[in-house]
T-cell receptor, first 112, second 110 residues
Framework: NAGVTQTPKFRVLKTGQSMTLLCAQD?????MYWYRQDPGMGLRLIHY???????AKGEVPDGYNVSRLKKQNFLLGLESAAPSQTSVYFC???????????FGSGTRLTVV | GQQVMQIPQYQHVQEGEDFTTYCNSS?????IQWYKQRPGGHPVFLIQ?????EVKKQKRLTFQFGEAKKNSSLHITATQTTDVGTYFC??????????FGEGTQLTVNP
């Protein structure tokens, strides 16, 4: 039982490059989320999805796009990476928002 | 938007001492969830509090939800080195989104 799997675990990008972070969950959860974590700032919601084919903006959506074509996958895209997007990115999922979130192990992204 | 303030930001204790972190809001909280994140790890769900005045215990951990649902606390009795990590509270907003506090980083000196 893998839970929530994020790939890749580490990545270094040059400013202006693009990339996609993949999140996959095998718990049949409806809700999925992307958060970023920066030192001293807790976890901030980027985008989220309440079901297959749906996405919505969170607290800090600028510079990111997402897609949820399949229920088990939630993709986070950076079209043109900036140094301000250097962060640890966590994906999470939940079952109709109750019983807590299950988080992935995170992706450490550095933009130089 | 909803803001969840968490204090203290850092806490260093000797092993065996107690530890408490507080979560406060100027508005009524919906449901409070608590998470623990070990150094270099990911947040792990600990518990959810829903009712006003609710108290729940998990071994040495005691979670409380204030009567007015504007604050919550996590208390650890007799800390151990395994308690090291950052503890986050989070409030559930509409659409089942969580707004996280900034966390309390706990270090335990053996």
């Amino acid at each position: 039982n893998a839970g929530v799997t994020q790939t890749p675990k580490f990545r270094v990008l040059k400013t202006g490059q693009s990339m996609t972070l993949l999140c996959a969950q095998d718990m049949n959860h409806e809700y999925m989320y992307w958060y970023r974590q920066d030192p001293g700032m807790g976890l901030r919601l980027i985008h989220y999805s309440v079901g297959e084919g749906t996405t919505a903006k969170g607290e800090v959506p600028d510079g990111y796009n997402v897609s949820r074509l399949k229920k088990q996958n939630f993709l986070l895209g950076l079209e043109s990476a900036a140094p301000s997007q250097t962060s640890v990115y966590f994906c999470a999922s939940s079952y109709f928002g109750v019983r807590g979130y299950t988080f992935g192990s995170g992706t450490r992204l550095t933009v130089v | 938007g909803q803001q969840v303030m968490q204090i203290p930001q850092y806490q260093h204790v000797q092993e065996g001492e107690d530890f408490t972190t507080y979560c406060n809001s100027s508005t009524t909280l919906s449901n409070i969830q608590w998470y623990k994140q070990r150094p270099g790890g990911h947040p792990v769900f600990l518990i959810q509090l829903v009712k006003s005045g609710e108290v729940k215990k998990q071994k040495r951990l005691t979670f409380q939800f204030g009567e007015a649902k504007k604050n919550s606390s996590l208390h650890i009795t007799a800390t151990q080195t395994t308690d090291v990590g950052t503890y986050f509270c989070a409030d559930e907003t509409s659409g089942s989104r969580l707004t996280f506090g900034e966390g309390t980083q706990l270090t335990v000196n053996p």
